[in-house]
């Protein structure tokens, strides 16, 4: 993992169980960010990250400040718009955290959420986890301390994150693939 997914942040090996601590100093210190740093975090556009607000896929922002909730969503969003359709990313957050203005309705938090894929990905990466027997067992690991309020959630949040790694694995292996060829000089 070279940057933290869904930032332009270099990946820290100190932060394979928690990238968010990596991003939370940010938000502490300027008790929100600006649009001008979200971008600078993510390397959005202004435009997409507007766009994700007015669709509500994203919460809007209190007095020009995105907070944890809405930084930690755009990130999530910005992880998987690579590797799957936005309508697929919208539901898949809707799947887990129900309404974004409505935090009651969450399975687990966008800060749980993200630190859990990120720690996922990054196992799968190190250990060369593509087996899907292989993942599930990486997926129980990760969830074993998480508490939710049922087993149907549970349930739900482990398929949600089955789709989701597979998804972006899918990804990194497809670019991989891009980089081999263009070293036998092939265009793609």
Not at 66 to 87: A, D, K, P
Not at 113 to 123: A, G, H, K, R, V
Not at 134 to 147: F, G, P, Q, R, Y
Request: charge should be negative; aromatic fraction near 6%.
């Amino acid at each position: 993992m070279e940057y933290i997914p869904g930032t332009t942040l270099p990946f820290n090996n100190a932060a394979t169980e928690d990238c968010f601590s990596l991003i939370s100093p940010l938000l502490t210190v300027t008790k929100g960010l600006t649009l001008a740093q979200v971008r600078e975090l993510t390397g959005l556009e202004t435009s997409t990250i507007q766009n994700w607000i007015k669709r509500g896929w994203v919460k809007n922002p209190t007095e020009k400040r995105y907070g944890e909730e809405q930084v930690m969503r755009i990130i999530l969003i910005n992880m998987m718009r690579g590797s799957m359709q936005m309508e697929q990313i919208a539901f898949l957050m809707s799947y887990i955290n129900g309404s974004v203005e409505d935090r009651s309705d969450d399975i687990l938090p966008d800060r749980e959420l993200f630190n859990i894929l990120c720690s996922i990905i990054y196992e799968c990466e190190q250990n060369a986890v593509y087996d899907t027997n292989k993942l599930d067992v990486a997926i129980e690991s990760h969830l074993k301390n998480v508490t939710v309020r049922d087993d149907v959630s549970k349930t739900k949040l482990k398929t949600a994150l089955r789709a989701t790694v597979l998804a972006i694995l899918s990804t990194r292996m497809r670019d991989l693939a891009q980089k081999a060829f263009a070293e036998l000089g092939e265009v793609i």
